[in-house]
């Protein structure tokens, strides 16, 4: 079956650094990724959609690559702030269904002053 | 302001009770989810729902049904509810297309006592 795995449970950087968090996914080849922001006691919320056919995307500070070879997702933040400290779920659509989401299990991203 | 609702923001639970989680949202969205998120294990899909009086299971149905009566409401039923369902409970929706982003609610923390 699919699997999808986030690397890192927790990460911890420094303010201003750029914070990277990798997605990975097997046994499948998604025709897109997206990538939600959890605070906690919250749901997800969401914050970047990237198709298979695209490099890369940007918001902001933010960036998501794609790479259906290595079948790696990266998010990227720039310049990170305290205030983006948080859980961030990769979502793939389901193998047997694309209307289904399914998640990666989350890295949970602390940002220090 | 688009919006899930979950009926409870925290429940608590006896063994063996039976336990209604209702979800309304206000988009017209034909597609609902109800995930459990557990710490470690990310959030799981336990049913998903395409249209009224439709659903799939996900990948922890077990212990659970759901209903789908009108469009904008999905409840889920713990027919017996037991220790391990013990959990926070997500429900979310989207509407029907490849790669449509997904609205939360903001939870239900049951406690299954």
């Known amino acids: 079956s699919q699997k999808i795995e986030q690397n890192s449970e927790a990460l911890n950087i420094q303010e201003g650094k750029t914070a990277t968090l990798t997605c990975n996914y097997t046994?499948?080849?998604?025709?897109?990724l997206q990538w939600y922001r959890q605070d906690p006691g919250r749901g997800p919320v969401f914050l970047l959609l990237i198709r298979e056919n695209e490099k890369e995307k940007r918001k902001e500070r933010l960036k998501v690559t794609f790479d259906t070879t290595l079948k790696q997702s990266l998010f990227h933040i720039t310049a990170s702030q305290p205030a983006d400290s948080a859980t961030y779920l990769c979502?793939?659509?389901?193998?047997?269904?694309?209307?289904?989401?399914?998640f990666g299990s989350g890295t949970r991203l602390s940002i220090r002053p | 302001d688009v919006k899930v609702t979950q009926s409870s923001r925290y429940l608590v639970k006896r063994t063996g009770e039976k336990v209604f989680l209702e979800c309304v949202q206000d988009?017209?969205?034909?597609?609902m989810f109800w995930y459990r998120q557990d710490p470690g294990l990310g959030l799981r899909l336990i049913y998903f729902?395409?249209?009224?009086?439709?659903?799939e299971k996900g990948d922890i149905p077990e212990g659970y049904s759901v209903s789908r009566e009108k469009k904008e409401r999905f409840s889920l039923i713990l027919e017996s509810a037991s220790t391990n369902q013990t959990s926070m409970y997500l429900c979310?929706?989207?509407?029907?297309?490849?790669?449509?982003?997904?609205?939360f609610g903001q939870g239900t923390r049951l406690t299954v006592v």
């Open positions: 729902s395409y249209d009224v009086k439709m659903k």
């Open positions: 979310a929706s989207n509407s029907q297309g490849r790669d449509t982003e997904a609205f």
């Open positions: 979502a793939p659509p389901g193998y047997s269904s694309a209307s289904k989401i399914i």
């Open positions: 988009m017209d969205h034909e597609n």
């Open positions: 046994n499948y080849s998604p025709a897109y």
